[in-house]
């Protein structure tokens, strides 16, 4: 494989993480090359924080995207507040068509590209965007621009305990007017026998405790190292913990973490977990407790073999 170093020119648009002026909690923004807000996508941004409750992570991936359509917009000539249905199919096919960019210094001579799945994912949220614009007062995106974004669509199937409603009201649904199409790939899962063979590769008990936790829960990553240890109820009964959940279970809450860890979503909730998981956590407490720095880290996976010890990053 072969390497070259290129320093990438600066981008019109770029997404930043900042600290929210009410709590100092972080949050992301889109500025310009002079590290001026704009105003639309901050505030688009802000929306999901305040009105539909979104995490941090997706904040990240939302900026990303809609900092991508600014600068497309305005590499290619187009007023990003007023594109036609034409400019908007461009964008699509541009974002497959168009290499990605190298990360850091270094870039493969072989290109890689978007799949067609990201580019929709990447459209869907301009649309959003571009629709939450079209509601602000003395908006440069019009109400016209936001109808033709999305069109109905009559559910032909649907999934087993959906409600039509009474009068089939809830059987349209609004799609976008502009995507690929692609076929859902199935889902993919490690069979009970994969799974052991990824558990004896594990050197430490530790690492044996997360991969077994990912299989039998099947939490996120950042759920997983999200948890501490007063999230861990492994015995039978956890009511001397002031739990009213029966037999062995963990809690996952969302909480601002030092290792950037975040759960999806701020409802809390518990998942049961089975008995291996208790022996699994009890290898894993010996093996910490050999290193003094993490005993006052109340993170359940911390460094131990790596400095700084004890620390959740």
């Known amino acids: 494989m072969t390497y070259e170093s290129i320093s990438p020119p600066p981008l019109p648009f770029r997404s930043e993480k900042a600290l929210s002026p009410d709590d100092g909690s972080p949050m992301w923004v889109v500025v310009d090359a002079a590290y001026e807000l704009h105003q639309y996508s901050s505030a688009y941004l802000a929306s999901l924080r305040s009105a539909e409750d979104a995490s941090v992570n997706t904040e990240r991936t939302y900026a990303g995207r809609i900092a991508l359509y600014l600068c497309y917009c305005g590499d290619h000539g187009v007023d990003w507040a007023d594109p036609s249905m034409r400019q908007l199919a461009g964008f699509l096919n541009w974002l497959v068509d168009?290499?990605?960019?190298?990360?850091?210094?270094?870039?493969?001579?072989?290109?890689?590209?978007?799949?067609?799945?990201?580019?929709?994912?990447?459209?869907?949220?301009?649309?959003?965007?571009?629709?939450?614009?079209?509601?602000?007062?003395?908006?440069?995106?019009?109400?016209?621009?936001?109808?033709?974004?999305?069109?109905?669509?009559?559910?032909?199937?649907?999934?087993?305990g959906y409600d039509r409603g009474e009068e089939g009201q809830f059987s349209t649904v609004n799609v976008k007017t502009i995507k690929f199409k692609i076929v859902v790939p199935g889902y993919e899962y490690l069979t009970d026998d994969e799974i052991r063979q990824v558990l004896d590769c594990t050197v430490h008990a530790r690492d044996r405790l997360l991969v077994a936790l990912l299989a039998v829960t099947g939490i996120r990553i950042g759920e997983a190292l999200g948890l501490r240890r007063e999230d861990m109820h492994l015995l039978a009964s956890?009511?001397?913990?002031?739990?009213?959940?029966?037999?062995?279970?963990?809690?996952?809450?969302?909480?601002q973490n030092a290792n950037g860890a975040l759960a999806k979503t701020r409802k809390p909730r518990w998942i049961p977990?089975?008995?291996?998981?208790?022996?699994?956590?009890?290898?894993y407490q010996w093996e910490r407790d050999r290193v003094p720095e993490a005993a006052d880290c109340d993170m359940v996976f911390v460094n131990l073999f790596a400095a700084p010890l004890g620390a959740c990053r």
Do not use: M
């Open 98 to 160: 168009e290499p990605l960019p190298p990360r850091g210094q270094v870039v493969r001579v072989e290109p890689k590209y978007r799949s067609k799945g990201t580019a929709n994912a990447i459209v869907g949220t301009v649309f959003r965007f571009l629709r939450y614009c079209a509601l602000l007062d003395d908006s440069p995106v019009s109400a016209d621009l936001a109808t033709k974004l999305y069109e109905p669509k009559q559910l032909r199937y649907a999934p087993p």
């Open 238 to 255: 956890s009511k001397v913990l002031g739990c009213a959940v029966a037999g062995p279970h963990i809690h996952v809450r969302r909480r």
């Open 273 to 283: 977990v089975g008995e291996d998981i208790g022996g699994l956590y009890a290898d």
